[in-house]
């Protein structure tokens, strides 16, 4: 019974991991709110060994703070840290382009459509959390085809440093950015013009790295 397996721990933290990192990213979970393992184990149905490794992977990426003995909390939103985040995850999606442009299929740039019809309509109804979900969709399919396992990890690592300024700036009554710069990479993807996507792409994470600069 090969298939009966148990469910690993590093499986059952993965969830807990997800789970947090999406509320904090979302909001539901304020920054400076404490977290405590009991009562997150609770909420998700999980033992607190799981939830006590996530919440040292979350701190390990930012989203969390700790002091021995006295708390676990949510990091605030630091515009410096997102600025760096921005900068290397930028870096991340350059060499991710430049790597799968030339490997992308026509399914490939199907994906990317779609999801940027996604992204587009979920600007225009003020839907912040579908866009960044469409947003995500495009650029991974660049991250799969390029199949750098170090850079995937490393924009995972990231990014949702970057989209939890995102969720306030949009909250604050800000906007979010528009197509049409999908539009041109999906279209030097097409053209199969690896300068102009890595080009465009540049400009994209350039735009985020700019919500961290004080108004």
């Not at 990213?25 to 996530?54: K, W, Y």
């Not at 410096?80 to 490939?108: F, I, K, W």
């Not at 003020?126 to 850079?151: C, M, P, S």
Request: with cysteine; hydrophobic share 45%; aromatic share 4%.
């Amino acid at each position: 019974m090969e298939a009966l397996r148990p469910v690993t721990r590093t499986l059952l933290r993965d969830r807990a991991c997800a789970a947090i990192r999406d509320a904090i990213v979302a909001g539901e979970i304020e920054p400076g709110t404490v977290v405590r393992d009991a009562e997150f184990a609770e909420r998700l149905g999980l033992s607190r060994a799981p939830v006590r490794e996530a919440f040292a992977r979350l701190v390990d990426e930012g989203l969390l703070e700790s002091k021995p003995q006295s708390y676990t909390r949510v990091t605030p939103v630091v515009a410096a840290d997102v600025r760096d985040a921005a900068a290397v995850v930028g870096a991340m999606h350059e060499l991710v382009t430049r790597a799968a442009v030339p490997r992308l299929r026509d399914a490939d740039l199907d994906r990317m459509r779609v999801s940027n019809v996604r992204f587009a309509a979920a600007v225009r109804a003020g839907d912040v959390a579908g866009a960044l979900r469409a947003d995500d969709e495009l650029h991974d399919v660049l991250v799969r085809v390029a199949g750098n396992r170090a850079a995937a990890a490393t924009v995972a690592r990231y990014t949702p440093l970057i989209r939890r300024l995102e969720r306030r700036r949009f909250g604050e009554g800000g906007s979010c950015r528009s197509a049409g710069l999908h539009d041109r990479l999906i279209a030097a993807c097409a053209a199969g013009d690896t300068e102009s996507a890595v080009h465009v792409t540049a400009d994209i994470w350039r735009s985020l790295a700019d919500l961290a600069d004080p108004d």
